[in-house]
């Protein structure tokens, strides 16, 4: 089954503790992407990757990191978390190589509480 | 600046009645939009998508219609079911896509029995 996984779904932590959000696709997508969604916010764009070795800030990247060193696995680090990383973060890849649609597949989500 | 954004943050209709949600953008180079579906507790599905090509597209039961000359775009769903209950976004790309969709902020349809 096609799908985007990301773990944990639920993680509460205490501010500046390290932590990584996993997120792997088995379709073999070339871009993956990092979203929070807060309440009257919607979704926005923290990072994404075009490819293996190829990462891009999107619109709020502050206090985030990522990597790609692998296709399928795309991290989101958060060196030293704070408060107002508390969110609703989900994970997407898509293939835009591919041409016709840039279709973007979105995982569960991560639900994250920073104390 | 530019942004994406629906008209209405929640929507009651009546099961088995049309629906219709709305959306308004204001890049004029958006060449591509897409429908999400958001059930609670889980990520955004692909429901339907159009490029600026295109005046209308139908699916199963949904439709979204592209006014270019106002920047708007609807998705209509036909006789709504407990089901369609969900926040759908609508997101908007332009030039190649690359670096990823523009969202709205959501509307929550709540189908009422």
């Known amino acids: 089954e096609a799908q985007v996984t990301q773990n944990p779904r639920y993680l509460i932590t205490v501010t500046g503790k390290k932590l990584t959000v996993t997120c792997s696709q088995n379709m073999n997508h070339e871009y993956m992407s990092w979203y929070r969604q807060d309440p009257g916010l919607g979704l926005r764009q923290i990072y994404y990757?075009?490819?293996?070795?190829?990462?891009d800030k999107g619109d709020v990247p502050e206090g985030y990191k990522v990597s790609r060193k692998e296709k399928r696995n795309f991290p989101l680090i958060l060196e030293s978390p704070s408060p107002n990383q508390t969110s609703l973060y989900f994970c997407?890849?898509?293939?835009?190589?591919?041409?016709?649609?840039?279709?973007?597949?979105f995982g569960a989500g991560t639900r994250l509480s920073v104390l | 600046g530019e942004s994406v954004g629906l008209h209405l943050p929640t929507l009651s209709v009546q099961e088995g009645d049309n629906s219709i949600i709305n959306c308004a953008y204001s890049?004029?180079?958006?060449?591509?939009f897409i429908w999400y579906k958001q059930e609670s507790g889980k990520g955004p599905q692909f429901i339907i998508d159009?490029?600026?090509?295109?005046d209308k597209r139908q699916g199963q039961r949904v439709t979204v219609l592209l006014n270019k000359t106002v920047k708007h775009l609807s998705l209509q769903i036909a006789a709504t079911q407990p089901g369609d209950s969900a926040v759908y976004f609508c997101a908007e790309m332009s030039g190649g896509g690359a670096d990823g969709l523009t969202f709205g902020k959501g509307t929550h349809l709540i189908i009422q029995p």
């Open positions: 159009i490029r600026s090509n295109m």
């Open positions: 890049n004029s180079a958006s060449d591509y």
């Open positions: 997407a890849s898509s293939s835009p190589s591919r041409g016709a649609k840039n279709i973007q597949y």
């Open positions: 990757s075009m490819n293996v070795e190829v990462t």
